[in-house]
């Protein structure tokens, strides 16, 4: 699928798409919390971003200590990052797939897995205690062959799940079409485990939640700087600030926070589209009866899934790095990268034929260099951090937030002891030279993706442990 202009089914298809993320447009958002201003009162935890990291460690933090005063602060409105950006996919492991960590921790990855399984139920558990209605359903995940050089990829992915006593199934074209009727479909692995949520219900959901809890949340608040001060923290914020006995940040791509951050988190920009609900002539012609989540074998891949209410969010393959690791609004809205997903959704499916995207838009994905978040903590042990999540944030975000929460309190648990936790990823170069590794890596990814071939950067990165995902 080559890279081409905004071309006029393209064109045609995005003339109406509204250039704002499709979740967070609906009437039943919340009112915005109140801004914090002034000298606040002290707090024992203060939370850094309203997203999924920052919700689940003041949830976590108040089922732990319900005496413990615990106050988030979010610099835009609640559900306006990453957290109401992404496709919705929740996704049990916490190691960017069973590949990855099998590759980097084999000696822990049983750990790793059960953590994982104690993470999902977890989050399932929470939903209902607080009767979050966020759209979870578990229609599993299927991963599709396009080209004949995929074939590999899945059979082998199908294997390795196997022997690690995940119950995938391996589908021919005729069973892959059986399932979504597309005629680019070579093969195809289903995975039963993989979940959708509805993101931004989710997030406002476990805001709800922690306020249940005596959370107090505050939007608009961005934090600008930190001092230490006495036994804990002087939090400066834009119009005031807040004394805290601990902090923790969960602020995803954002590097204005801490310096450090750079080292390890490469700011990506992902675009995704949002259909108009489909017609039932429409559902007929390409089946989808089992609602799975859906994506493709290659380097740069699509994830595309059906919502309730029928319409087909599709996003992903032309991720975007902007020198020198810029992050901004104007980068949301690219009729390059919007013009190329139309295309490609229109070559998956060419029976829609002329259906129109409602919603167009971009977020930022943490990526570090081994696609699993950095942990650590600053100010001699007053902070902690969680970050990195690389796109795979919506299920192990929780899973980051206890483990901030147990560096931030000084815990010897098995989440601090975690190889994954002590050891961080191999730092990304400074600029310029950064900039240039990111545009040899995506052209070779794409050269593997055309070809079948990893290149001599490729292997080497291999190698290194280092790459880069779309």
């Keep these: ?224 700087g930190f001092d230490t001060e006495g036994s804990g923290v002087r939090v400066r914020l834009a119009d005031g600030s807040i004394h805290a006995r601990r902090v923790v940040i969960g602020t995803n791509a954002s590097q204005g926070v801490l310096r450090r951050f750079s080292a390890w988190v490469l700011p990506v920009y992902d675009h995704v589209l949002m259909t108009e609900p489909l017609t039932p002539d429409q559902l007929a012609a390409i089946g989808w009866e089992g609602r799975e989540g859906l994506t493709d074998a290659g380097n740069q891949f699509h994830y595309y899934r059906r919502t309730l209410d029928d319409r087909v969010l599709f996003g992903g393959y032309d991720a975007n790095y902007h020198f020198p690791g810029r992050i901004d609004p104007a980068l949301e809205q690219s009729d390059a990268s919007h013009g190329l997903l139309a295309d490609h959704f229109l070559d998956i499916f060419p029976q829609l034929e002329g259906i129109r995207f409602t919603h167009r838009w971009a977020g930022v994905i943490d990526t570090t260099s081994r696609f699993t978040p950095v942990f650590g903590t600053a100010l001699g042990g007053r902070m902690a951090y969680a970050v990195g999540y690389t796109g795979l944030g919506v299920a192990s975000t929780r899973f980051g937030a206890a483990v901030g929460l147990d560096l931030v309190d000084g815990t010897d648990s098995e989440l601090t002891r975690l190889g994954m936790v002590r050891r961080k990823p191999i730092p990304f170069p400074p600029e310029p030279i950064r900039y240039a590794a990111v545009r040899a890596t995506r052209s070779s990814l794409a050269a593997e993706d055309r070809t079948g071939r990893r290149n001599l950067w490729l292997r080497t990165l291999d190698r290194m442990g280092v790459g880069f995902d779309s």
């Design 1 to 224: 699928m080559p890279v081409s202009t905004l071309s006029s089914r393209a064109a045609a298809a995005l003339a109406d798409a509204r250039p704002v993320p499709f979740w967070t447009d609906r009437p039943e958002r919340p009112d915005p919390r109140p801004v914090l201003t002034g000298a606040a009162p002290r707090t024992d935890l203060l939370v850094v971003g309203g997203g999924f990291t920052g919700l689940w460690t003041a949830i976590q933090a108040k089922e732990a200590d319900p005496s413990r005063d615990v106050v988030v602060v979010e610099a835009g409105r609640i559900a306006d990052g990453a957290s109401g950006r992404n496709g919705g996919f929740l996704a049990p492991s916490l190691t960017h797939g069973l590949a990855q960590g099998v590759a980097c921790w084999p000696d822990e990855f049983a750990t790793l897995e059960r953590l994982a399984a104690e993470n999902f139920a977890g989050i399932q558990r929470t939903l209902s205690t607080y009767a979050v209605d966020a759209d979870f359903h578990v229609p599993g995940e299927l991963t599709l062959a396009l080209t004949d050089h995929q074939l590999p990829s899945v059979r082998e992915s199908y294997e390795l799940h196997r022997a690690h006593g995940v119950p995938v199934q391996l589908l021919d074209a005729e069973q892959a079409r059986a399932r979504v009727g597309s005629p680019r479909y070579l093969a195809g692995m289903y995975d039963p485990e993989v979940a959708l949520v509805d993101p931004a219900r989710l997030v406002w959901g476990l805001a709800r939640a922690a306020e249940s809890l005596g959370v107090r949340l505050h939007e608009r608040t961005r934090a600008t």
